[in-house]
């Protein structure tokens, strides 16, 4: 059951809540009860309240007291919100252990995890003052125009008189109506969250009765034939289906709108409004008919007998190798046992694939949950979560956040990814991480999933922090994808390129084409052209916001700014020197599709990327699409790299490999294989082996040769040995804080500052400050200050508070001015 903090309270005591706002700041708030919410205050409901001169917010119950507070007056809470609690005792633990982790603030915590719609919009409402009379013909134009619109309709917003008048700033003018009486201003918090509702419809039991039901069409078709229409579907759907909505009854019969109602207002039908689901499932027959192969059961059994000892296990399986049915056993026991499952996915893009798996075996009473819904689905499936009507919650990071009743197992897939890690904004949290706590509280069990571990969770099941458990077959006894290594150089110099794609690549691609077969073409850069160039003077348009190159971007015909959203035209004419001499310099995945287009004109190609996938429904059409057969050559970015499972693909090609092994980043070798042995993994899934080919400059690089042999432990020996002797992951941890400040000189100081002070506590530990590879970014100028401690030696809480004191105090600093601070705890 969930435990909530339920006291008993006189009607006459005073008392205090201590509450959580949505904002940033370092302390939580007290608030007075009035009387009469006495019985009702509970820790986790929601409470309307005032912050500030005016503003209204929705603030949770973090505690009940009978203590004032010492340094102000509690003002009163103005609203209770909630008949019971929305936010559970464990998920306050978890919040209070995100916010002093991750060093950031309570209410930024709350801002991640609550949906939006659950946390109230404050809106200013105007009425007119009915007690006051005034002369209509001395007031203004504007002011004579909102008091008429009052008239008509007695309550408007503010944002229906700024529509009303045509302009932003209305302000001042009911600020002046309000000094001369004729107004009031009030402010209301409205709830976003509507429940979905439905009008159903249901015959008259009268008319059960089959002489009352033949005499009633009797009369019907003679007058209203049309209604008698209606009647006849109503009987036909209700063979076959329980309830039946007016829509489906319209749309079965012909019948309108008002055929229906005039059968409902003769009492012949019944209507009945019904709140319904947002999340448009349908019910779907569980099977569960696989067998795991003598490996999988074996390793089914190995993670349960390391669950009795650990309460982390990472299971390391090649890519194919069954690793979902193995987590389909393991969901089946603990619903068997009465507890929830959280099945954690990197990617939206996994989500909507996997959860048509699931459905399979558990039909459609799965939970989904991830930043595609709108606000009111959020809220649905939260609501669903807390009343326990979800046995198993599959989704993104921010599933974490859900309000669980009896969490009993969390299944971290691919746990490897960065899209785990959360950058902005605050909390900076890392999912996986994130989740081995939350499991912690629930004294549930996690098992971590991936072809390709990250080095951290390898080298805690190496030192037995964690279970271990490892398949090293692909399910069926299907091979490995054959890798093979073009170099970019040879080719160019024999003249055997052909735009971007090497002679053996077009070969195997036309070869699949012909054995109608699926490619998958790998290119980790999306927009048509990364740069654009002049010949003449070397010109390049820059970010006017970022210190970033434009990318070009054919489908819009402009230069965009993948930091901060930033567009214009892209130039014909240098406005440097005049040249018209322009040319583009590398290429994203527009530009391979585009070529690939003009290569292969009969190919059916379709892309996969940020740009192609953001409205609701993109992705999961184009997944669909590539599932039955419907695009021959998909073209992505990392998002194909992610745990897709497509049975037609036998081809993939990875256009330019160097740009993962080229990046200035301590992480880089174990990122590229990490992303080139998954990418190879999606070849060659089912029956036929698949063919890989990676095209580069360097085909002797070490970390090319590691992925041709699946040679996962020598990558991780020779970068540990690294990763020791420079102080890195998983020897020391790194917190970083990046100082922002509009003025470069500016943030140069304070930077300066803020490094020397923490130096005072920590000495060489602190690196820097340094600008970043992007030292500007939304015209806020970056300075990074990396501190490194090591692992077994220094409390890292003691280092936190150090870190958070010596920020407050330079936050009381005059050179403090304009300036932001934040700290990144684990950031890579």
């Keep these: 059951m969930l435990e909530f903090a339920e006291v008993q309270h006189t009607d006459r005591e005073t008392l205090f809540v201590e509450v959580i706002l949505p904002l940033a700041i370092a302390k939580n708030y007290t608030y007075r009860v009035p009387f009469g919410m006495n019985s009702s205050v509970m820790v986790g409901k929601r409470v309307v309240v005032q912050f500030g001169k005016s503003k209204l917010y929705t603030a949770i119950i973090a505690s009940i007291n009978k203590t004032p507070p010492e340094k102000y007056e509690a003002k009163y809470i103005i609203d209770l919100l909630d008949d019971t609690p929305l936010v559970t005792n464990h998920q306050l633990q978890f919040w209070h252990w995100l916010a002093e982790y991750y060093m950031c603030t309570l209410g930024e915590v709350m801002n991640a995890a609550l949906p939006s719609a659950l946390k109230l919009a404050s809106e200013t409402r105007i009425m007119i003052n009915k007690g006051f009379e005034y002369d209509k013909t001395a007031l ?22 700024a529509k009303l008048l045509g302009q932003k700033t209305v302000m001042p003018i009911l600020k002046l109506l309000f000094e001369k009486n004729i107004i009031n201003i009030s402010e209301e918090v409205n709830d976003r969250y509507k429940p979905r509702t439905r009008t159903f419809i249901t015959l008259n039991p009268i008319y059960h009765n089959q002489e009352n039901l033949r005499e009633l069409f009797n009369i019907l078709e003679k007058r209203a034939p049309k209604q008698a229409d209606a009647v006849l579907a109503y ?10 909505s ?65 309460d982390v296990t990472l299971l390391h399986g090649v890519t194919s190798s069954g690793k979902t049915q193995v987590y389909i056993r393991l969901i089946e026991e603990m619903i068997g046992a009465g507890r929830q499952v959280l099945y954690l996915l990197p990617e939206i893009a996994l989500t909507t694939h996997i959860i048509e798996r699931l459905r399979m075996y558990f039909g459609a009473n799965i939970g989904i949950y991830h930043s595609r819904f709108n606000d009111s689905e959020r809220v649905e499936v939260w609501r669903k979560v807390l009343n326990n009507e979800y046995k198993v919650v599959l989704g993104a990071r921010s599933s974490v956040f859900l309000p669980f009743n009896d969490l009993g197992l969390i299944i971290v897939d691919e746990e490897h990814e960065t899209s785990y890690k959360q950058y902005d904004p605050a909390p900076r949290y890392n999912a996986r991480d994130a989740a081995i706590f939350l499991a912690n509280m629930y004294k549930a069990r996690v098992l971590l999933g991936s072809a390709t ?5 390898y080298y805690n099941a190496r030192i037995h922090k964690y279970g271990m458990a490892e398949l090293t077959e692909r399910y069926g006894g299907v091979k490995l994808p054959e890798i093979q290594v073009v170099s970019i150089t040879d080719e160019t110099k024999k003249k055997t390129i052909q735009s971007h794609f090497t002679s053996v690549l077009m070969e195997d691609i036309k070869q699949a084409l012909i054995n109608k077969e699926q490619v998958i073409l790998f290119q980790n850069r999306r927009g048509y052209a990364p740069l654009l160039m002049c010949k003449i003077c070397a010109y390049t348009p820059k970010c006017i916001n970022c210190d970033v190159s434009l990318t070009y971007h054919k489908s819009s015909g402009k230069l965009h700014c993948h930091y901060c959203g930033y567009k214009e035209d892209a130039p014909q004419i240098c406005p440097a020197c005049g040249s018209t001499h322009l040319e583009y310099k590398g290429f994203g995945t527009e530009k391979v599709e585009d070529e690939l287009a003009l290569l292969l004109p009969d190919a059916r190609i379709a892309r996969m990327d940020l740009d192609t996938t953001r409205s609701r429904n993109s992705l999961q059409n184009l997944l669909n699409d590539l599932d039955e057969k419907k695009i021959d050559i998909l073209i992505g970015t990392q ?37 080139l042995a998954q990418v190879s993994g999606r070849a060659g899934r089912r029956d036929k082996q698949g063919k890989v080919v990676i095209q580069t400059y360097d085909p002797n690089h070490r970390v090319i040769k590691q992925v041709i042999e699946n040679n996962y432990n020598d990558l991780y020996f020779t970068e540990m040995e690294e990763r020791r002797s420079f102080k890195y992951p998983p020897f020391y941890r790194i917190i970083n804080l990046d100082v922002k400040h509009k003025d470069p000189e500016m943030v140069n100081n304070q930077a300066a500052y803020l490094a020397n002070e923490l130096r005072k506590h920590f000495g060489d530990r602190v690196i820097g400050p340094e600008f970043p590879l992007v030292g500007r970014i939304r015209n806020y100028y970056i300075k990074t200050i990396m501190l490194k401690f090591e692992k077994d030696l220094v409390s890292v809480n003691k280092a936190k508070t150090i870190i958070r004191d010596v920020i407050t105090q330079f936050q009381t600093t005059k050179l403090s001015k304009g300036s932001i601070v934040q700290p990144d705890v684990d950031p890579y």
């Design 453 to 457: 571990p990250s080095f951290e969770s």
């Design 140 to 161: 203004h134009d504007k002011e004579f125009l909102i008091v008429e619109a009052l008239d008509i309709k007695p309550e408007l917003t503010v944002s229906d008189i």
């Design 235 to 244: 009987i036909k759907l209700s063979r076959h289906q329980k309830s039946i």
């Design 246 to 310: 007016r829509n489906e009854l319209i749309e079965e019969s012909g019948a309108g709108a008002a055929s229906i109602k005039s059968l409902v207002e003769k009492e012949v039908f019944i209507a009945e409004e019904k709140n319904v689901s947002r999340l448009n499932y349908e019910e779907e027959e569980e099977f569960n008919t696989f067998d795991l192969s003598e490996q999988q059961q074996q390793v089914l059994q190995r993670i349960r007998e390391e669950f009795v000892q650990k």
């Design 639 to 675: 998002m194909v790299a992610k745990g897709l499972d497509f049975s037609g693909v036998t081809v993939i090609g990875i256009i330019n490999a160097d740009s993962l092994l080229r990046f200035p980043d301590y992480r880089a070798n174990e990122r590229s294989y990490q992303m």
